[in-house]
T-cell receptor, first 113, second 115 residues
Framework: ETGVTQSPTHLIKTRGQQVTLRCSSQSGHNTVSWYQQALGQGPQFIFQYYREEENGRGNFPPRFSGLQFPNYSSELNVNALELDDSALYLC????????????FGPGTRLLVL | AQSVTQPDIHITVSEGASLELRCNYSYGATPYLFWYVQSPGQGLQLLLKYFSGDTLVQGIKGFEAEFKRSQSSFNLRKPSVHWSDAAEYFCAVVRNTGTASKLTFGTGTRLQVTL
């Protein structure tokens, strides 16, 4: 069984740029959630995708957007990067019927300069 | 509003000693509760979860947790800590908002193990 994978592992961008992070869900899972973890904090929910649609969102501005593909993989896009966007971005997958139980990938560490 | 509190930011225990990490939650209904562990630079690994039923739940790596509704607590325990248990531990509660399931995390407890 393949776990959740994310790419890239690390990324450095400058303020104002755009970034795309990628996630492949665990086999058998069809729901993907994204979280942002700032240094020294617990993860914060960004949004959740199911059937290629966003079905829930946390307190993040519209410049945070996502996609889910037919194979259940997902992308997180962030436009107009700000310094405060520097964080570990975590993807979690689950099955829709048990979406409360979420399994996390290793994360992408984003540094905005 | 739903929240999770982990009162201890940092705990140090000796290898072989017992461990208890505290977690308190604020939630109106019966909560779904989780403990995750995060090693440095890594993602989160699910240790155990509580949805209903027996209030003492067993997890991986020898961890267990006890749900106490009267105290709004879900403390994590391990009888004998190993050096490899050094990591950050997060307690979380699920909130179902509409059709989405959102995990709300505490701020974490960093565990240091001395030899």
């Amino acid at each position: 069984e393949t776990g959740v994978t994310q790419s890239p592992t690390h990324l450095i961008k400058t303020r104002g740029q755009q970034v795309t992070l990628r996630c492949s869900s665990q086999s058998g899972h069809n729901t993907v959630s994204w979280y942002q973890q700032a240094l020294g904090q617990g993860p914060q929910f960004i949004f959740q995708y199911y059937r290629e649609e966003e079905n829930g969102r946390g307190n993040f501005p519209p410049r945070f957007s996502g996609l889910q593909f037919p194979n259940y993989s997902s992308e997180l896009n962030v436009n107009a990067l700000e310094l405060d966007d520097s964080a570990l971005y975590l993807c979690a997958s689950s099955s829709w019927t048990a979406k409360e139980t979420q399994y996390f990938g290793p994360g992408t560490r984003l540094l905005v300069l | 509003a739903q929240s999770v509190t982990q009162p201890d930011i940092h705990i140090t225990v000796s290898e072989g000693a017992s461990l208890e990490l505290r977690c308190n939650y604020s939630y109106g209904a019966t909560p779904y509760l989780f403990w995750y562990v995060q090693s440095p630079g890594q993602g989160l690994q699910l240790l155990l979860k509580y949805f209903s039923g027996d209030t003492l739940v067993q997890g991986i790596k020898g961890f267990e947790a006890e749900f106490k509704r009267s105290q709004s607590s879900f403390n994590l325990r391990k009888p004998s800590v190993h050096w490899s248990d050094a990591a950050e531990y997060f307690c979380a509660v699920v909130r179902n908002t509409g059709t989405a399931s959102k995990l709300t995390f505490g701020t974490g407890t960093r565990l240091q193990v001395t030899l």
